[in-house]
């Protein structure tokens, strides 16, 4: 027996706002615990939200830059449900008319398990806006709960159940990711709870059409976390519908130090949750203008980024795909590209060099010290030959470890490569006249050895000969 | 000089002080020395600090002497309904739920009045959460009537009314959701007006129904009540449906209203004056009234307001319905009453809402979670929106006809204490007041007449369109400059 696997995610994003969703406490992350706490997002009595446009203006960019349709009016409601981390024991959300509805998701090219995925939209049902809880933290004898995430807003994003496997899954997450993080909507970090998701999954048989009995995962802390998962719970599910068994509908927790899931809880009665319109705020009008306004705002997206960069910098569509996986790198490539007339050159230092080294010192290119006006500069003068490649990488470790300018550190250490004829003369002159075992050589055929004399020319000179001078020399000399 | 707190309005003490004939000292230790007098029998306050409003006093003679006042106001008590937050002043909405519940911050409202230097004099007695029509839901104590203290003096804002005709202070702010400014104020023959909604912002206002609830001045006459909503109206970035002010003094409009009503086209509901519906002093009341109106010119015209018979069920549907959201915060988790004896958070929940909450509130919280409920939502919530949008066009077609409309406040006189027990009793009595919050509209309650036999006042009500205050506060004017009784003063 055969089966398809429907998935569908429930993802959550922290919007990146200086404000909470409904009062002007700052929606900062790391503080101490209630900190960043008022009236309003405690739910004192007597209070009243008033909306974060900021965070309404964001939900539509991420509406537009995923194809949503965004419709004229939209309203706020409440959502009743008593927890501790809810502070006024309802939820300010959006039910039947978010920000958003409908939109898609591309995915294409190579999964990340490595196997090609088949080129698809993913479609999204909707994307409304909400108020974010407070966090519970639980110790023996107690509970905390700190209220500076209550109220910090927070996007919903629904997808279609069309997501067929971990790859699309992942996939169709890390795209999202990147609209986000190129429209400056959030920096959906995973880690710092910034983007949060939920996994509907079940199994049926090919080829049917209702679907089978839906598994809800939770406890995904990151992507890779996710495509584990899911290939897990695939796996589990098959393993008891072949062998026979039934499954439950259930909401299963996944321990990713162990690899597997657990069983969190099987299905309750439906919750009841009461939605009505919230009657503290007015519904918002948007007309055909203000989103034809907000479209001209609009960032490039990824994908239309990389296109640019293969079209106008010359860069290979991995080398483009690699440097438009992340938003930030992509503007550090783009400000230096425009001040050099060697961009693939320094496409090439960003992957190898820069990356290697962001990624050994576990930094960010947010918290590089070399400015992408000076990576531009040293690979100037690497591609007009002040200095060699070699000496490049020198220059750009201390770049790295300083955030000095190149030409400062290539003055201050006596760097630049040398073209002018009569040194080179000199080093040349020298090396021949103390080696004339390899002059024999070269004389006999072995032209090959002509590299051995380079060599001895770019020692003397202590790498600043141009080699491309001195070979060309060299050549002259020896063949004389 | 001796001040007579008996009829002092807020214009004339503002006038005493002004010329220096009594500093706010003097005026506010006066009403202290009433208070002290006369609350023991009233019970109309339920917290009060003397110390507090002497230094408020204090420093506000030491700005009138330097010439540093706040404006013609400055000095001047007035108190709030113990729903409206006061900065470290307890708020308990005169519920054990909230006992002792401090506000951490002002009412826009409260900001608003102490910028003009007005002094926060007292909190008043309330039905819980405003839930009620007598003042005797209050989980401290029942308020009396000033004019019969075996009568109840309204609600839910029966405190402030109490306090008011009491002279216990020269004026109050109430809310009203389905009548609770106007009907007290009826009940104790004072004024009560219900503004426009988002005239006033809710922001430090608990809220009981979000959509209905309006803060309204409770004051001696209609030139008091106008003087409080110019200082208190106007759009709040605090409070996202509150309205911008237009360009005009509600004080001024009242002061040069004249005597004639001339022009005035006053509608009067067929729905509303069925034979039987009414008690017969309310529709006597109501009767002389239309004489007065037409013999001060206004033009008499009957209106027909369809709906009105659904008002009552859709009001108790919306506005329980936002309740049980509104009061689903008070949990026993981060403030208020929280059950000493619960063994997990469940029951924690369970036992310090049941503790902390009164019949009147539960009967609400649950019919309002019941209306929401999936599978009743759209036959009860739903419904009753369909109805108010209905009610809201009677209104509308209504005020083509007319300016305004002539209805009593309350079919009957201020019940006898103890003696509204049904509920259902209680929530008919709101019909003439509840299609204005529904409405959105506003709304006057004006001292008419004296129940001889009874001893209480009878108020009746003009009923504006959406910011139609002008016109009904110079309406109500004239009406009381010209009503049989000149002034509505208890003994006391
Ligand atoms: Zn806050």
């Given at each position: 027996?055969?089966?398809?696997?429907?998935?569908?995610?429930?993802?959550?994003?922290?919007?990146?706002?200086?404000?909470?969703?409904?009062?002007?406490?700052?929606?900062?992350?790391?503080?101490?615990?209630?900190?960043?706490?008022?009236?309003?997002?405690?739910?004192?009595?007597?209070?009243?939200?008033?909306?974060?446009?900021?965070?309404?203006?964001?939900?539509?960019?991420?509406?537009?830059?995923?194809?949503?349709?965004?419709?004229?009016?939209?309203?706020?409601?409440?959502?009743?449900?008593?927890?501790?981390?809810?502070?006024?024991?309802?939820?300010?959300?959006?039910?039947?008319?978010?920000?958003?509805?409908?939109?898609?998701?591309?995915?294409?090219?190579?999964?990340?398990?490595?196997?090609?995925?088949?080129?698809?939209?993913?479609?999204?049902?909707?994307?409304?806006?909400?108020?974010?809880?407070?966090?519970?933290?639980?110790?023996?004898?107690?509970?905390?709960?700190?209220?500076?995430?209550?109220?910090?807003?927070?996007?919903?994003?629904?997808?279609?159940?069309?997501?067929?496997?971990?790859?699309?899954?992942?996939?169709?997450?890390?795209?999202?990711?990147?609209?986000?993080?190129?429209?400056?909507?959030?920096?959906?970090?995973?880690?710092?709870?910034?983007?949060?998701?939920?996994?509907?999954?079940?199994?049926?048989?090919?080829?049917?059409?209702?679907?089978?009995?839906?598994?809800?995962?939770?406890?995904?802390?990151?992507?890779?976390?996710?495509?584990?998962?899911?290939?897990?719970?695939?796996?589990?599910?098959?393993?008891?519908?072949?062998?026979?068994?039934?499954?439950?509908?259930?909401?299963?927790?996944?321990?990713?130090?162990?690899?597997?899931?657990?069983?969190?809880?099987?299905?309750?009665?439906?919750?009841?949750?009461?939605?009505?319109?919230?009657?503290?705020?007015?519904?918002?009008?948007?007309?055909?203008?203000?989103?034809?306004?907000?479209?001209?705002?609009?960032?490039?997206?990824?994908?239309?980024?990389?296109?640019?960069?293969?079209?106008?910098?010359?860069?290979?569509?991995?080398?483009?795909?690699?440097?438009?996986?992340?938003?930030?790198?992509?503007?550090?490539?783009?400000?230096?590209?425009?001040?050099?007339?060697?961009?693939?050159?320094?496409?090439?230092?960003?992957?190898?060099?820069?990356?290697?080294?962001?990624?050994?010192?576990?930094?960010?290119?947010?918290?590089?010290?070399?400015?992408?006006?000076?990576?531009?500069?040293?690979?100037?003068?690497?591609?007009?030959?002040?200095?060699?490649?070699?000496?490049?990488?020198?220059?750009?470790?201390?770049?790295?470890?300083?955030?000095?300018?190149?030409?400062?550190?290539?003055?201050?250490?006596?760097?630049?490569?040398?073209?002018?004829?009569?040194?080179?003369?000199?080093?040349?002159?020298?090396?021949?006249?103390?080696?004339?075992?390899?002059?024999?050589?070269?004389?006999?055929?072995?032209?090959?050895?002509?590299?051995?004399?380079?060599?001895?020319?770019?020692?003397?000179?202590?790498?600043?000969?141009?080699?491309?001078?001195?070979?060309?020399?060299?050549?002259?000399?020896?063949?004389? | 000089?001796?001040?007579?707190?008996?009829?002092?309005?807020?214009?004339?003490?503002?006038?005493?002080?002004?010329?220096?004939?009594?500093?706010?000292?003097?005026?506010?230790?006066?009403?202290?020395?009433?208070?002290?007098?006369?609350?023991?029998?009233?019970?109309?306050?339920?917290?009060?600090?003397?110390?507090?409003?002497?230094?408020?006093?204090?420093?506000?003679?030491?700005?009138?002497?330097?010439?540093?006042?706040?404006?013609?106001?400055?000095?001047?008590?007035?108190?709030?309904?113990?729903?409206?937050?006061?900065?470290?002043?307890?708020?308990?909405?005169?519920?054990?739920?909230?006992?002792?519940?401090?506000?951490?911050?002002?009412?826009?409202?409260?900001?608003?009045?102490?910028?003009?230097?007005?002094?926060?004099?007292?909190?008043?007695?309330?039905?819980?959460?405003?839930?009620?029509?007598?003042?005797?839901?209050?989980?401290?104590?029942?308020?009396?009537?000033?004019?019969?203290l075996n009568r109840v003096p309204g609600g839910s804002s029966g405190g402030s009314a109490a306090a008011v005709a009491a002279s216990e202070v020269p004026a109050?702010?109430?809310?009203?959701?389905?009548?609770?400014?106007?009907?007290?104020?009826?009940?104790?023959?004072?004024?009560?007006?219900?503004?426009?909604?988002?005239?006033?912002?809710?922001?430090?206002?608990?809220?009981?129904?979000?959509?209905?609830?309006?803060?309204?001045?409770?004051?001696?006459?209609?030139?008091?009540?106008?003087?409080?909503?110019?200082?208190?109206?106007?759009?709040?970035?605090?409070?996202?449906?509150?309205?911008?002010?237009?360009?005009?003094?509600?004080?001024?409009?009242?002061?040069?209203?004249?005597?004639?009503?001339?022009?005035?086209?006053?509608?009067?509901?067929?729905?509303?004056?069925?034979?039987?519906?009414?008690?017969?002093?309310?529709?006597?009341?109501?009767?002389?009234?239309?004489?007065?109106?037409?013999?001060?010119?206004?033009?008499?015209?009957?209106?027909?307001?369809?709906?009105?018979?659904?008002?009552?069920?859709?009001?108790?549907?919306?506005?329980?319905?936002?309740?049980?959201?509104?009061?689903?915060?008070?949990?026993?988790?981060?403030?208020?009453?929280?059950?000493?004896?619960?063994?997990?958070?469940?029951?924690?929940?369970?036992?310090?809402?049941?503790?902390?909450?009164?019949?009147?509130?539960?009967?609400?919280?649950?019919?309002?979670?019941?209306?929401?409920?999936?599978?009743?939502?759209?036959?009860?919530?739903?419904?009753?929106?369909?109805?108010?949008?209905?009610?809201?066009?009677?209104?509308?077609?209504?005020?083509?006809?007319?300016?305004?409309?002539?209805?009593?406040?309350?079919?009957?006189?201020?019940?006898?204490?103890?003696?509204?027990?049904?509920?259902?009793?209680?929530?008919?009595?709101?019909?003439?007041?509840?299609?204005?919050?529904?409405?959105?509209?506003?709304?006057?309650?004006?001292?008419?007449?004296?129940?001889?036999?009874?001893?209480?006042?009878?108020?009746?009500?003009?009923?504006?369109?959406?910011?139609?205050?002008?016109?009904?506060?110079?309406?109500?004017?004239?009406?009381?400059?010209?009503?049989?009784?000149?002034?509505?003063?208890?003994?006391?």
């Amino acid at each position: 027996m055969k089966y398809d696997v429907v998935i569908g995610l429930e993802v959550h994003v922290q919007i990146k706002t200086k404000s909470k969703m409904f009062c002007s406490c700052p929606a900062s992350f790391g503080e101490e615990p209630n900190t960043s706490i008022c009236p309003v997002c405690t739910g004192y009595p007597g209070v009243m939200p008033v909306p974060n446009y900021e965070a309404i203006k964001k939900t539509i960019i991420a509406g537009i830059m995923c194809g949503c349709e965004i419709p004229e009016l939209s309203k706020f409601d409440r959502k009743s449900y008593f927890y501790p981390d809810m502070p006024k024991n309802y939820q300010i959300t959006q039910y039947d008319l978010p920000f958003c509805q409908r939109g898609e998701i591309h995915i294409f090219g190579k999964g990340f398990s490595g196997n090609m995925m088949e080129e698809k939209y993913i479609h999204m049902t909707r994307i409304h806006l909400e108020e974010d809880v407070a966090k519970s933290v639980h110790f023996s004898t107690f509970s905390g709960i700190d209220y500076n995430r209550a109220g910090v807003p927070l996007m919903e994003i629904v997808s279609e159940p069309e997501i067929s496997s971990a790859d699309e899954a992942y996939a169709y997450l890390t795209t999202l990711k990147q609209i986000m993080q190129y429209a400056g909507i959030s920096d959906c970090d995973m880690e710092k709870g910034q983007m949060r998701c939920d996994v509907n999954i079940s199994l049926k048989p090919s080829g049917q059409i209702e679907f089978g009995t839906k598994i809800e995962l939770k406890n995904l802390n990151s992507f890779r976390a996710i495509h584990r998962a899911i290939n897990s719970e695939i796996e589990r599910q098959q393993d008891i519908l072949l062998s026979g068994g039934k499954l439950q509908q259930e909401t299963r927790g996944w321990n990713d130090d162990r690899m597997t899931s657990y069983l969190m809880r099987v299905k309750e009665s439906a919750h009841d949750y009461r939605y009505f319109p919230e009657p503290d705020l007015t519904p918002i009008c948007f007309s055909k203008e203000d989103i034809e306004n907000l479209k001209k705002e609009l960032p490039e997206l990824p994908e239309i980024k990389a296109k640019r960069f293969v079209s106008d910098y010359g860069l290979t569509e991995y080398d483009a795909a690699v440097i438009t996986s992340e938003k930030n790198l992509a503007d550090y490539f783009d400000d230096g590209a425009k001040k050099t007339s060697a961009p693939k050159i320094l496409a090439n230092w960003v992957i190898s060099e820069l990356l290697r080294e962001l990624s050994n010192a576990n930094i960010s290119i947010n918290e590089v010290k070399i400015s992408s006006d000076d990576m531009a500069k040293l690979v100037n003068m690497i591609s007009i030959n002040t200095i060699s490649g070699k000496i490049g990488k020198t220059v750009f470790a201390e770049m790295f470890e300083t955030g000095k300018a190149p030409e400062e550190i290539v003055r201050e250490k006596g760097l630049v490569q040398v073209s002018d004829e009569p040194e080179i003369e000199s080093f040349v002159a020298k090396s021949i006249q103390e080696n004339p075992m390899q002059v024999e050589q070269y004389k006999t055929g072995k032209t090959a050895v002509i590299q051995y004399f380079v060599g001895q020319v770019m020692k003397l000179s202590k790498g600043k000969a141009n080699p491309q001078a001195v070979q060309k020399m060299l050549k002259s000399k020896l063949d004389a | 000089m001796n001040i007579d707190l008996k009829t002092l309005t807020i214009s004339e003490a503002s006038e005493l002080l002004a010329s220096g004939k009594i500093s706010s000292v003097q005026l506010c230790s006066d009403y202290i020395e009433r208070i002290e007098k006369i609350e023991p029998e009233i019970k109309a306050f339920v917290y009060f600090d003397k110390e507090s409003v002497l230094k408020s006093a204090e420093e506000s003679d030491i700005r009138r002497k330097k010439g540093e006042h706040f404006g013609s106001f400055d000095g001047i008590p007035v108190s709030v309904k113990d729903l409206i937050c006061v900065k470290d002043q307890p708020c308990t909405c005169g519920s054990k739920m909230l006992k002792d519940v401090h506000s951490p911050y002002d009412a826009t409202v409260v900001t608003r009045l102490k910028e003009k230097g007005f002094i926060i004099f007292g909190r008043n007695n309330m039905d819980e959460f405003a839930m009620g029509s007598t003042c005797e839901n209050s989980s401290y104590y029942p308020t009396k009537n000033p004019w019969n203290l075996n009568r109840v003096p309204g609600g839910s804002s029966g405190g402030s009314a109490a306090a008011v005709a009491a002279s216990e202070v020269p004026a109050s702010l109430g809310s009203d959701t389905g009548g609770s400014v106007r009907q007290p104020a009826a009940f104790c023959g004072v004024v009560g007006l219900k503004p426009t909604y988002g005239r006033v912002s809710r922001y430090g206002l608990v809220a009981y129904a979000s959509s209905l609830d309006q803060i309204g001045p409770i004051a001696k006459d209609v030139h008091d009540a106008a003087i409080l909503l110019d200082m208190i109206s106007g759009k709040d970035h605090l409070d996202s449906t509150s309205l911008d002010k237009e360009d005009v003094c509600f004080a001024d409009v009242v002061k040069s209203a004249g005597n004639s009503l001339k022009g005035m086209k006053i509608g009067m509901p067929k729905e509303y004056y069925i034979e039987g519906a009414l008690d017969e002093s309310v529709f006597a009341d109501i009767k002389q009234t239309e004489k007065l109106f037409k013999e001060l010119g206004a033009e008499i015209v009957e209106v027909s307001l369809p709906h009105s018979k659904y008002a009552l069920a859709s009001y108790y549907i919306i506005a329980t319905a936002e309740a049980s959201a509104n009061l689903a915060r008070f949990d026993g988790i981060r403030y208020g009453h929280r059950s000493q004896d619960s063994n997990n958070l469940h029951e924690l929940y369970l036992n310090s809402r049941k503790e902390g909450f009164g019949a009147e509130v539960k009967r609400r919280i649950l019919l309002g979670t019941f209306v929401l409920s999936s599978g009743y939502h759209d036959a009860y919530y739903l419904k009753a929106q369909k109805v108010r949008t209905l009610i809201r066009e009677d209104f509308n077609n209504a005020f083509k006809k007319c300016d305004l409309i002539l209805s009593p406040i309350s079919p009957c006189p201020p019940f006898e204490a103890g003696t509204l027990l049904d509920p259902l009793q209680m929530y008919l009595a709101d019909i003439y007041t509840i299609s204005v919050n529904l409405a959105g509209i506003c709304g006057i309650s004006v001292p008419s007449d004296i129940v001889k036999n009874l001893n209480v006042p009878l108020g009746i009500q003009l009923i504006g369109p959406a910011m139609g205050e002008s016109k009904l506060l110079k309406a109500a004017k004239v009406f009381e400059d010209n009503r049989t009784i000149r002034k509505f003063v208890p003994n006391l």
